[in-house]
């Protein structure tokens, strides 16, 4: 391990979620090569995790499950954030608490995924897969600075990654290619990237934030906004709940499905998995030509 390897390894094993095999595991079984990558979301950890493969133990600040906007980092976290080789994490907001620690101690070795993720507040840029494509290069190209022996390797995981990301990107396309300007109604507004990769309307309820009641004057715009497309199907997310969406379905004769913002990421859950679920549900739910 890297520096202070034995004093990193105790500071990171405190952290939940880790996102290769062994993370978890006995400092005496893991490599002394292996470098400690520290994340803040779920998305982020998928990416760190595929590119660095064996040569990495990721950690996750969000556990399992857990909230990735209200994070609040522990002071075993902010100790972490300080001595991991690597950290991941988006900048602008989705974490201010993390942001903060970031500032006051900023870590030697930083992907900001911020580089990546231009649409002001939503920080959803996941959803879109070309842009998390672009940051598997950026978290290579950051292991290789840490790690120059194994840059090669780094190279061509990332070039494996984004080889996926681009099949699934073509695979979202040509089934939503008969959906172009279908009108896509949310209760939680986290799905700009994936409606402007794709060509749809993003119209949502609550806004960015799934917690926060939605004013009425949201609503009547939602139902308006039904009324003019014909949308058929208002999604929700499984960790806000429906009852927002069950009181507009029931209002406006529309049926519900789960549309997921791969934030809160239980362990047995996946990217790939869900961005399949979610291209299903679209093409269930969507208003399309063919």
Do not use: K
């Amino acid at each position: 391990m890297t520096g202070a390897g034995a004093a990193r390894r105790a500071a990171l094993a405190g952290l939940l979620l880790c996102a290769v095999p062994g993370c978890g595991a006995d400092p005496a079984g893991v490599a002394d090569e292996t470098l400690d990558v520290l994340v803040s979301s779920y998305p982020l950890q998928y990416v760190a995790a595929e590119v660095g493969s064996e040569h990495v133990a990721v950690a996750n600040l969000t556990p399992p499950g857990g909230d990735t906007h209200g994070l609040e980092p522990a002071p075993r976290d902010v100790a972490a954030l300080g001595e991991a080789d690597l950290v991941v994490h988006l900048s602008g907001g989705l974490q201010p608490g993390v942001d903060e620690v970031l500032a006051q101690q900023p870590p030697e070795h930083l992907v900001d995924a911020a580089a990546v993720a231009d649409r002001g507040p939503d920080p959803h840029f996941w959803l879109d897969p070309l842009r998390l494509a672009e940051l598997g290069r950026q978290v290579a190209d950051e292991l290789a600075a840490v790690d120059p022996d194994h840059a090669a390797d780094y190279t061509a995981s990332a070039d494996r990654l984004a080889g996926s990301l681009a099949e699934l990107d073509r695979e979202y396309a040509e089934t939503l290619a008969p959906c172009r300007g279908a009108t896509l109604l949310a209760t939680h507004e986290a799905f700009g990237y994936l409606t402007d990769r794709y060509g749809l309307r993003q119209v949502g309820v609550a806004g960015l934030d799934p917690q926060v009641e939605p004013p009425p004057s949201r609503v009547r715009a939602a139902a308006d906004a039904v009324r003019e497309s014909g949308a058929r199907t208002i999604f929700f997310e499984t960790a806000a709940g429906s009852s927002v969406a069950e009181v507009l379905a029931a209002e406006l004769g529309l049926e519900t499905d789960v549309l997921h913002p791969i934030e809160r990421v239980t362990a047995e859950e996946s990217y790939p998995g869900l961005m399949a679920a979610n291209l299903a549900a679209l093409e269930r739910g969507l208003v399309c030509s063919g």
